[in-house]
């Protein structure tokens, strides 16, 4: 049934008005590997399972049950679509990021050092849930109720977006140090969580 509703949400997002571009990831090019990656649950862990629909896309797995492939599939459909609907894509560049993501999910949180909240201020050695590692890998705790939907996936893809867009992750979010993240991309975030809920990911 989720493969379904995965499918359909694909085909609606097909559809977008000219002045946004096309958010067509259905070539799916690569479908015998999409359909040979799948994790082991007798094997090693943690695991790599590539994405399908997503050229290079992968995730690192520590167990099977965190996240199948097809619901982080289907959270980048929502993540990709609502990015296209808020701030457009003419130039492709978010969709090129999202083509080659690395998502390293992990059942523990992190201390991080020093970073920033969302409205801009400096913490030191506070618990995160979420973080960049590099220009395309990010580090994501599985979520509260082992839901995508209450995970940083979408914060942390926000953050590879405004990479890809501006040159700069802008890791001070709201805050005024670095350009690009805004009130708008934290309400972008909140509609694809809600998005995710609705599909009880």
């Known amino acids: 049934m989720l493969k379904k509703i995965v ?9 977008t008005c000219s002045g946004h571009g096309p958010s067509v990831f259905l070539k799916n090019e690569n479908k015998r590997i999409y359909k040979n990656s799948s994790c082991d ?3 090693e862990f943690p695991q790599m399972v590539i994405l399908p629909f997503f050229e290079n ?7 099977c049950d965190t996240y199948p492939k097809h619901k982080t599939a289907l959270a980048f459909f929502v993540f990709y679509h609502k990015w296209v609907e808020h701030f457009g894509d003419s130039d492709y560049a978010v969709k090129g ?3 080659r993501v690395m998502v390293q999910w992990d059942p523990i949180k992190k201390i991080s050092k020093r970073g920033y909240s969302l409205d801009g201020k400096p913490f030191i050695n506070r618990t995160i849930v979420g973080r960049v590692e590099s220009e395309n890998i990010i580090w994501v705790w599985q979520g509260y109720e082992h839901k995508i939907s209450r995970s940083a996936l ?3 893809l926000v953050h590879l977006a405004l990479r890809a867009k501006n040159g700069t992750a802008d890791p001070d979010h709201e805050g005024g140090k670095y350009k ?9 975030i909140q ?3 809600q998005m995710l809920e609705a599909f009880n990911i």
Request: with cysteine.
């Open 180 to 188: 690009g993240w805004t009130f708008s991309h934290t309400l972008m």
């Open 97 to 99: 990021v999202l083509q």
């Open 154 to 156: 979408i914060h942390e």
């Open 41 to 43: 649950p007798n094997g």
């Open 7 to 15: 499918i359909s949400l694909c085909l609606l997002s097909c559809v």
């Open 191 to 193: 509609e694809c969580k």
């Open 57 to 63: 896309a992968s995730q690192i797995m520590p167990n």
